[in-house]
């Protein structure tokens, strides 16, 4: 079972508009990752959160760790065909494995 | 700097055959996971090397099994192969000094097992 929930499973936005993809976890998060994966191929990385309460942005991508270590939201800006893909967080885990949420899958119609 | 590439990256097999699949790391990289992400379904995670040595295995059978060699490439074998075994097997290698899990993947190999 996945240990990490993704919302919304996929969503469809209009070119321009923002949005915000989440990621919980019921434990506590000490090393949070968000990447992007195109249909079928590897996955890019986009950002890494460690401290509770960061942020980090990347052209018109940020993302935030809450406080608690426990939530992380990724939001896109003027959204652009460009960020169409599948978005994953993934959490370091015991054993050394980095452990990834199902996903969200962005649409972005022109 | 190249990036990790993995081979092959189709390939047809059928139930109870045996698969060898190939990753070549990043440069500066020493560290290899591989995963298994089924149609719809976030990565899942199989097995890490390091050192030529497994250092950490998620929740899959001792049928699929992995080398790392002294260049730090790696392999996944999996062998009696299962219908369920179809899917993007991903190898992302890191560097294990670096104090943070950041993975570089390469595009994957897909499998269908028939």
């Known amino acids: 079972s996945q240990e990490l929930e993704q919302s919304p499973q996929s969503l469809i936005v209009q070119e321009g508009k923002n949005l915000t993809i989440n990621c919980t976890s019921s434990k506590t998060l000490y090393g949070l990752y968000w990447y992007k994966q195109k249909y079928g191929e590897g996955l890019i990385f986009l950002m890494m959160l460690q401290k509770g309460g960061e942020e980090k942005s990347h052209e018109k991508i940020t993302a935030k760790l809450d406080e608690k270590k426990q939530q992380s939201s990724l939001h896109i800006t003027a959204s652009q065909p460009s960020h169409a893909g599948i978005y994953l967080c993934g959490a370091d885990m015991a054993g050394n494995k980095l452990v990834f949420g199902a996903g969200t899958i962005l649409r972005v119609k022109s | 700097e190249t990036g990790v590439t993995q081979s092959p990256t189709h390939l047809i097999k059928t139930r109870g055959q045996q698969v060898t699949l190939r990753c070549s790391s990043q440069?500066?990289?020493?560290?290899v996971s591989w995963y298994q992400q089924a149609l719809g379904q976030g990565p899942q995670f199989i097995f890490q090397y390091y050192r030529e040595e497994e250092n950490g295995r998620g929740n899959f059978p001792p049928r699929f099994s992995g080398l790392q060699f002294p260049n730090y490439s790696s392999e996944l074998n999996v062998n009696a192969l299962e219908l369920d075994d179809s899917a993007l097997y991903l190898c992302?290698?890191?560097?294990?000094?670096?104090?943070?899990?950041?993975?570089?993947f390469g595009a994957g190999s897909r499998l269908t097992v028939l």
């Open positions: 992302a290698s890191s560097l294990r000094a670096s104090g943070a899990n950041v993975l570089t």
């Open positions: 440069s500066g990289h020493n560290t």
